[in-house]
């Protein structure tokens, strides 16, 4: 079993940063694709970033390219999402995920295990 916890939400102004972490249990974190997700209110959960364990295999979401950076640290079962210039829209409930079979994917399906989310709001 894994288990995920996220960290690094907060309220931030337009324009402004932050670095959300997802700390993994599990001996075997280096083989997971780890997924980033979003849910604000009254939406569906959405695809953000994904990362495969090895690092050679990167996709952002349409609607954050340019901003976000997703990276990972094996050594310390770790993966991060760096946000910058962050927008209102952006303003969701993050959730990390991961895939067992260390497919990176868009699709919240594909994910076995997931975090309690992170609140990140975005003040205009």
């Known amino acids: 079993q894994v288990q995920l916890v996220e960290s690094g939400g907060g309220l931030v102004q337009t324009g402004g940063s932050l670095r959300l972490s997802c700390a993994a249990s599990?001996?075997?974190?280096?083989?997971?694709?780890m997924g980033w997700f979003r849910q604000a209110p009254g939406k569906e959960r959405e695809f953000v970033a994904a990362i495969t364990w090895n690092v050679g295999w990167t996709k952002l979401a349409d609607s954050v390219k340019g901003r976000f950076t997703i990276s990972r640290d094996n050594s310390e079962n770790t993966v991060f999402l760096q946000m910058n210039n962050l927008k209102a829209e952006d303003t969701a409930i993050y959730y990390c995920?991961?895939?067992?079979w260390g497919i990176g994917t868009p699709k919240p399906d594909e994910y076995d295990y997931w975090g309690q989310g992170t609140q990140v709001t975005v003040s205009s």
């Open positions: 995920a991961a895939n067992k």
């Open positions: 599990g001996r075997t974190f280096s083989n997971y694709a």
